[in-house]
């Protein structure tokens, strides 16, 4: 803001402690019980501490870098950042906003936001702007949010929710470098609405909570297939996961030229709430390079001239920037946390042959995001190609700050349906299927207002994910499918995800996604939707690629696709997620939607 570095000598006043500071609680006196509150080897944890942490270690440090909506290059520090972040949080605090929902794409706005809400004692509602408007107002309304913060680009989908809510406060950013939009004068009022009560800054704010456990944020699930539940996310476990996404990303270890972690905002920060990297970036210091949309001439750009050091993106993502014409090998190696659907070992060469390093994790939006990693082993290195990439596509083991991911036994009815078959662990022989659990640390709290659905996730006492695996003798596990896109063909199991890694070898072939279509002989057989490579368009069709498949491939016969359907492109989430659900649609002769 134009006028940030004038107010920050009043600004720096803010980090002295101070006697009401609630860092440390009274010793307890002798006829005091020694309970919790008493307790000086703890304190309450809330991820909102790394941002006030940051500005009081490196006020100079650069926060923020971003390409605003009027393409202004914008760059703001720690001290700037988190003062605005300040004025956000006095402003919540003196309209009484206790749950506000954001609707912005990747902004700097978003991430002060992030850390404002908190600050304030307030909840996080951050969703997809990508939803329908029927969505977007039945999760503000089931969120119960009294305010948004909007981006002017999305105030039109608003137009439904406004109509039946019109108390509901909104907080419009405009994206400019020129802070004069409603956005900027909010943080302004707060700033001065500070000044008013006492010029507390951050003490008087929460980066530290009364109970650790309560909500900091609402991350809705996208329900594709169902109304979006409202996950609970707690200061605690987003703390939590935030430090175990600084190591497990090495966001703390950089390995480029750059001075610090130079973090691209290519996941949206809605999703997962970022997958806590808003948090985990911030509490390395790190340089949050914001996007407002995914443009892959923009990535490669800021890649080959900003040293960028990190970023997380789903496979698709991957796919579609190594397959951009900006691509190249990078003088530096990149760290890309790879997420949100199974990868293939096609990629990760592809990736590594442009200096672009996986780091492959796995979780769900239940999880913050990122709940296990596929640790490279150095004895890797001197396996053959396939081997090794394969061994790295797989999900790994449990985070450092979670406990390890189990596989338990499933039983199948004779619909193919899978169902858990109690909390008894599969074989660790790299055979026997069974569902991925969790329990520990970064495990949500559970659905907001939907205790059934709470009790579902629960069942027996651990974290279903629906997910099918196998557990390897070395403790890793290894995705086979969602439980309901295996394909059950004559009585064999047949994973999708192992049909798509065998198509996307075919030098032709960019992307695919196998479905089971009925079969009179087999009960079941796969389909494959396919996208080509660029200038491949109309030079490869759908029976050559099953001719392929059987004659030269090294697949079994019977995972052979009975139908393959070439696409211009593939149906998916705004993470990137292939939305097999429409395919599945499709296979059956469904109406063929755009998108």
């Not at 307030?122 to 305010?147: C, M, P, Q």
Request: glycine letters at 8%.
């Amino acid at each position: 803001m134009s006028s940030a570095l004038k107010r920050l000598s009043s600004f720096a006043a803010h980090f002295a402690p101070s006697s009401s500071s609630p860092t440390v609680a009274d010793p307890p006196s002798s006829s005091t019980p020694n309970t919790y509150e008493h307790r000086h080897h703890i304190h309450q944890l809330s991820p909102t501490f790394f941002l006030w942490r940051a500005a009081q270690v490196e006020p100079d440090a650069i926060a923020v870098y971003h390409k605003t909506a009027n393409d202004v290059i914008l760059r703001r520090t720690y001290a700037e950042t988190a003062e605005r972040a300040t004025g956000l949080a006095y402003y919540l605090r003196k309209k009484g906003y206790k749950r506000v929902g954001i609707l912005c794409t990747n902004t700097p706005a978003f991430l002060e936001a992030i850390f404002g809400i908190g600050a304030a004692g307030a909840v996080n509602v951050g969703i997809n702007y990508r939803l329908k408007k029927d969505d977007i107002s039945y999760i503000f309304e089931h969120a119960e949010v009294d305010s948004i913060m909007v981006d002017a680009e999305f105030l039109g989908l608003l137009d439904d929710f406004r109509a039946q809510h019109p108390g509901v406060a909104l907080i419009v950013d405009t994206d400019t470098d020129r802070d004069d939009g409603e956005y900027d004068r909010a943080v302004l009022e707060g700033l001065e609405y500070d000044r008013e009560t006492g010029s507390k800054g951050w003490e008087d704010l929460e980066t530290q909570v009364s109970d650790e456990d309560s909500l900091i944020a609402l991350s809705y699930t996208s329900g594709t297939t169902a109304r979006p539940k409202g996950v609970e996310y707690t200061h605690r476990s987003a703390y939590i996961a935030a430090l175990a996404n600084v190591i497990e990303s090495g966001l703390n270890t950089w390995i480029s030229t750059a001075d610090r972690c130079h973090y691209l905002w290519t996941l949206p920060m809605f999703h997962a709430m970022g997958w806590t990297f808003p948090w985990a970036v911030t509490a390395v210091r790190g340089t949050h390079y914001c996007l407002r949309k995914i443009d892959y001439p923009e990535i490669w750009r800021l890649l080959k001239t900003e040293a960028i050091s990190h970023y997380n993106s789903a496979p698709t993502v991957n796919t579609l920037l190594c397959a951009d014409p900006n691509a190249e090998k990078l003088p530096e190696p990149v760290r890309v946390t790879v997420a949100a659907s199974p990868p293939t070992a096609h990629l990760f060469e592809t990736m590594e042959n442009l200096n672009l390093r996986p780091v492959h994790v796995y979780g769900l939006t239940e999880t913050y995001g990122p709940i296990t990693k596929g640790y490279q082993m150095p004895t890797w290195q001197s396996l053959p190609v396939k081997e090794k990439y394969a061994k790295m596509a797989r999900q790994g083991h449990g985070h450092v700050t979670s406990l390890p991911a189990r596989v338990i036994k499933t039983k199948q009815d004779d619909s193919g349906k899978w169902e858990s078959d109690g909390v008894v662990d599969v074989a660790k022989d790299g055979k026997e299927i069974g569902e991925i659990v969790f329990v520990g640390n970064i495990c949500a709290r559970g659905y907001y207002k939907d205790a059934e659905a709470t009790r579902k996730l629960y069942a027996g006492g651990v974290q279903h994910s629906g997910d099918l695996a196998v557990w390897h003798p070395d403790g890793a596990i290894q995705i086979l499918d969602r439980a309901k896109d295996i394909i059950i063909s004559g009585g064999e199991n047949i994973s999708s995800l192992a049909l798509e890694s065998m198509l996307v070898t075919h030098p032709d072939i960019l992307e695919a996604a196998c479905v089971g279509i009925a079969d009179e002989k087999w009960g079941e057989a796969p389909k494959a939707f396919i996208t080509l490579q660029s200038g491949k368009e109309g030079q490869l069709t759908g029976e050559q690629v099953i001719e392929w498949a059987k004659e030269k491939s090294d697949i079994s016969r019977f995972m052979v696709p009975k139908e393959i359907e070439v696409l211009s492109e593939l149906p998916k989430t705004s993470t990137g997620k292939l939305r097999k659900n429409i395919l599945r649609d499709w296979a059956k002769g469904g109406t063929r939607e755009e998108g």
